[in-house]
């Protein structure tokens, strides 16, 4: 089962900033919380991760809690083409990282016109 | 930079066939991994290869084998096809050691008749 739990879904006004909630209370020390998201017949693609300090690139910026029970995927300003599935996603590093992923649904992000 | 490639990109077989999807990984990336896509549903771990070894497994069964060459591409093969195996079978790449994300490809549309 996923260690993370998201809504199912979101809607936004294009050109204002969607929050993307997750929580993860039974994460681990050793795990980094890692965003993904999936456009319609795509493959998954990767936007941000962090293990306890807020990140920020170019996609997004991710807000993790100071307890790292939850975290927050901010885009700052929507366009309609992040309409997508969003997956926030637990991932276990031993100093090699597994690549065994666990996706659970996900929050499907409807941006508005 | 070419990213993860897959191919083919959509297959149609018939029950107890067997079928061989094949990727290539993002330059400069060691590790492959395979996922399974049902429609509706998050992607599914399937298994990861690195120094052309089977390195861990999710839950699926041995009609599904996989191989890596030297170069790190990989193959997919599932044998005695059953109607459930229709899904997306997705390709990941990643470095093994460190935070490494994993990269996808767009993914083999697997349609068993």
């Known amino acids: 089962d996923a260690k993370t739990t998201q809504p199912p879904s979101m809607d936004c006004a294009e050109g204002r900033a969607a929050n993307l909630p997750c929580n993860h209370s039974t994460i681990s020390g050793n795990e980094y919380v890692y965003w993904y998201r999936q456009i319609h017949s795509q493959g998954p693609q990767y936007i941000i991760h962090g293990l306890k300090n807020n990140e920020t690139n170019e996609m997004a910026s991710l807000i993790i809690t100071e307890d790292r029970k939850s975290s927050t995927l901010i885009l700052p300003h929507a366009t309609l083409r992040d309409t997508a599935v969003y997956y926030c996603?637990?991932?276990?590093?031993?100093?090699?990282?597994?690549?065994?992923?666990?996706f659970g649904t996900g929050t499907l992000l409807a941006v508005q016109p | 930079d070419a990213g993860v490639t897959q191919s083919p990109t959509h297959l149609i077989k018939t029950r107890g066939q067997q079928v061989t999807l094949r990727c290539s990984p993002k330059?400069?990336?060691?590790?492959v991994s395979w996922y399974q896509q049902a429609l509706g549903q998050g992607p599914q771990f399937i298994f990861q290869y690195y120094e052309e070894e089977e390195r861990q497994r999710g839950n699926f069964p041995d009609r599904f084998s996989g191989h890596q060459f030297p170069n790190y591409s990989s193959e997919l093969n599932v044998n005695a096809l059953l109607l459930g195996d229709s899904a997306l079978y997705l390709c990941a790449s990643s470095l093994l050691q460190g935070t490494s994300p994993l990269h996808f490809g767009n993914g083999t549309r697997l349609t068993v008749t």
């Open positions: 996603i637990v991932r276990v590093n031993y100093g090699g990282a597994t690549n065994k992923l666990i």
């Open positions: 330059s400069g990336h060691d590790t």
